[in-house]
Antibody, heavy 117, light 106 residues
């Protein structure tokens, strides 16, 4: 059974870097896109970006200057870094399989990240 | 980038048919997917490639497309279908979500 699990700090200070990891089980990381999506409290879904198994990335234009997504195929993980965070980056962050032309067919449970001093 | 427009809310009584629309501001060149999100839970894929239903999703969920509008139809709505629903597509800029529709079962 395919499972995705987000991990990382739940609290990040303003101007610092938010770092999250998504660990896969029950599925190979190869031949798929892997996405990060976030949801601010009470708001809709916002796609952050995706990476494929070769490390090719695509980012939301609005976040492109602050976001970096990487993949570690040996650990079946992919990671998200968002730098220079503000309160506007406070959100539930989900990882998911898919992106680009592929539907997001498996999601992690999400992890809440709060930006506050 | 493309914008996907959904009605903020739709209300139906149990057993009725709910239709949730998703309109694009330009002709989409990618398929559309639909997701159901219950409170406090992660989204779940209910329709992909405009009309396909993943395994485990009830047959009462269906998708259709006409021009630049795609529609999620839920036939015989049940109380458990009350949730937020999001459409999603892709363009040259990446992935785009609609603003979401809250389905209320009266």
């Amino acid at each position: 059974q395919i499972q995705l699990q987000e991990s990382g700090p739940g609290l990040v200070k303003p101007s610092e870097t938010l770092s999250l990891t998504c660990t896969l089980s029950g599925v190979s990381i190869t031949h798929y896109y892997w996405s990060w999506i976030r949801q601010s409290p009470g708001k809709g879904l916002e796609w952050v970006g995706y990476v494929d198994d070769s490390g090719i990335t695509k980012y939301n234009v609005a976040l492109r200057s602050r976001v970096f997504i990487s993949v570690d195929t040996s650990k079946s993980q992919f990671s998200l870094n968002v730098n220079s965070v503000t309160a506007a980056d406070t959100a539930m962050y989900f990882c998911a399989r898919g992106g680009g032309p592929a539907a997001l067919d498996h999601w992690g449970q999400g992890t809440l990240v709060t930006v506050s001093s | 980038s493309s914008e996907l427009i959904q009605p903020p809310s739709v209300s139906v009584s149990p057993g009725q048919t709910a239709r949730i629309t998703c309109s694009a501001d330009s002709l989409p060149n990618q398929y559309t997917s639909w997701y159901r999100q219950r409170p406090g839970q992660a989204p779940v894929l209910v329709i992909y490639k405009d009309t396909e239903r993943p395994s485990g999703i009830p047959e009462r969920f269906s998708g259709s497309t006409s021009g630049t509008t795609v529609t999620l139809t839920i036939s015989g709505v049940q109380a458990e279908d009350e949730a937020d629903y999001y459409c999603q597509s892709a363009d040259s800029s990446g992935v785009v979500f609609g603003g979401g529709t809250k389905l209320t079962v009266l």
